[in-house]
């Protein structure tokens, strides 16, 4: 099992309790142990633009302590994402089939070509973090938004309903977007939200995927 986790800048955001990094970790630290429970290996692979730390997959829990607290305290070199280049960089590096989560929100580079290459080589399942502003923008008047990966800031008026509308239709196409080409490569997907029940969702995927194994 290889959990490769996006620590871009909009990893750190989080309107509520946790942010997308947070999530991100405690989602490693529950398909971790339950692949150590199974007797399984786990490796990591932290990125943003580039790869940036890659743990081969081994056993204990030690092991998977140290990969979790490389999450927490990751920092990336360059702003932006590259899940392309992550893919890649799998699809290079693992030697043997393995099962791989990508984890990230997806705003990214090109996802079509290298999810492609990397889900007919590997299992790929896909789990995209998000907060819930980043769908929907609230009312609030005038207020500035930066871009957490490259840092740009601009001024919007969040009470002209046409804006928020439209900014809501752009996230939903791209949303789908995303979502369509997981399925094209036939890779499980599942939304985590900061403000949702993290462990709630990976159960009910890992258990839709089993129950696909057996029947």
Same mark, same amino acid.
């Given at each position: 099992?290889?959990?490769?986790?996006?620590?871009?800048?909009?990893?750190?955001?989080?309107?509520?309790?946790?942010?997308?990094?947070?999530?991100?970790?405690?989602?490693?630290?529950?398909?971790?142990?339950s +692949? &150590?429970?199974?007797? /399984?290996?786990?490796?990591?692979?932290?990125?943003?633009?580039?790869?940036?730390?890659? %743990?081969? =997959? $081994?056993?204990?829990?030690?092991?998977?302590?140290?990969?979790?607290?490389?999450?927490?305290?990751?920092?990336?070199?360059?702003?932006?994402?590259?899940?392309?280049?992550?893919?890649?960089?799998?699809?290079?590096?693992?030697?043997?089939?393995?099962?791989?989560?990508?984890?990230?929100?997806?705003?990214s580079?090109?996802?079509?070509?290298?999810?492609?290459?990397?889900?007919?080589?590997?299992?790929?399942? +896909? &789990?995209?973090?998000? /907060?819930?502003?980043?769908a929907?923008?609230?009312?609030?008047?005038?207020?500035?938004? %930066?871009? =957490? $990966?490259?840092?740009f800031?601009?001024?919007v008026?969040?009470?002209?309903?046409?804006?928020?509308?439209?900014?809501a239709?752009?996230?939903k196409?791209?949303?789908?977007?995303?979502?369509?080409?997981?399925?094209?490569?036939?890779?499980?997907?599942?939304?985590?939200?900061?403000?949702?029940?993290?462990l709630?969702?990976?159960?009910?995927?890992?258990?839709?995927?089993?129950?696909?194994?057996?029947?």
């Amino acid at each position: 099992v290889v959990l490769a986790v996006d620590v871009s800048g909009s990893a750190d955001y989080g309107s509520v309790a946790l942010s997308k990094r947070e999530i991100a970790a405690e989602t490693a630290a529950v398909l971790g142990f339950s +692949a &150590l429970h199974n007797g /399984d290996k786990v490796g990591l692979l932290i990125f943003a633009n580039e790869p940036i730390l890659f %743990i081969p =997959p $081994e056993k204990g829990s030690r092991h998977l302590l140290r990969m979790i607290r490389e999450i927490l305290v990751a920092k990336p070199t360059q702003p932006g994402t590259s899940v392309a280049g992550a893919c890649d960089f799998l699809v290079r590096t693992l030697r043997r089939k393995s099962v791989v989560f990508l984890i990230s929100d997806f705003f990214s580079d090109p996802l079509d070509k290298p999810v492609g290459k990397l889900a007919k080589k590997h299992e790929t399942i +896909a &789990l995209r973090v998000m /907060d819930p502003l980043e769908a929907k923008l609230p009312k609030g008047g005038r207020v500035v938004m %930066i871009d =957490p $990966e490259t840092g740009f800031e601009t001024l919007v008026n969040t009470s002209n309903p046409n804006l928020r509308m439209g900014y809501a239709k752009l996230m939903k196409r791209q949303q789908e977007g995303v979502a369509a080409i997981f399925k094209k490569h036939g890779v499980d997907a599942a939304d985590l939200l900061t403000n949702g029940d993290t462990l709630a969702e990976l159960h009910k995927l890992l258990k839709k995927r089993s129950r696909r194994r057996s029947g």
